[in-house]
């Protein structure tokens, strides 16, 4: 079964400057990926913790402020606690310079102001390669009852994705997991239904 990508859209450290990342959500949804987009002033803390939760494949990080060197240090410290591979990627204003820095950092591809975002940009992040899940449901749900709340969103991709092991997993076996069950409310046709 193959699953839509989905890239995690930031803009990291002070950089204030919003439109290019709003455009590529768009650019990046209209090409088929699905798209998690953070906004701006993300903190490592925040990006990493969003890339967790969300079940993503590629993350995307949008800089020009110059704090490029503190903030994709402390992302890949954050990200390598779940001993997991990341498909990190870099776009912005980065001296020539600290492109071996970021790349040693583990940053896959750094997109300069110069890269067209239909010949260069998607095209490099359609074809990514991503690594092959081989868990399976069954570990993942194991590794939940654990209390690893990655496992949590892996399962939710999958049952999203229209694996119906993982959904019958979910459904027929009881967990010791706290859980809340949160309702919507409100007027008509405001979407509590959906």
Known sequence: MRRVKRILLAKGGLDGHMRGPEKLAIFFRDAGFEVIYLGMYQAPEAIAQA?????????????????????????FEL???????????????????DHEMLRGLGVRHIFLPASSIQDDIIPTLK???????????????SDLKRGNMRALAKLITLISS????????????????????????????VGGTS
Do not use: Y
């Open 51 to 75: 890339a967790f939760q969300e079940d993503v494949d590629v993350i995307g990080v949008s800089m020009h402020s110059g704090g490029h060197r503190g903030v994709f240090r402390r992302l």
């Open 79 to 97: 990200l390598a606690t779940s001993n997991e591979e990341w498909m990190v990627v870099a776009g912005g204003i980065f001296p020539l310079k």
């Open 127 to 141: 074809n990514i390669e991503l690594p092959e899940r081989n868990e399976g449901a069954e570990n993942i749900f």
């Open 162 to 189: 229209g694996d119906a092991e993982a959904a019958n997993i979910v459904l027929s076996r009881p967990t010791d997991i706290a859980s809340h069950v949160v309702g919507f409310t409100g007027a008509g046709g």
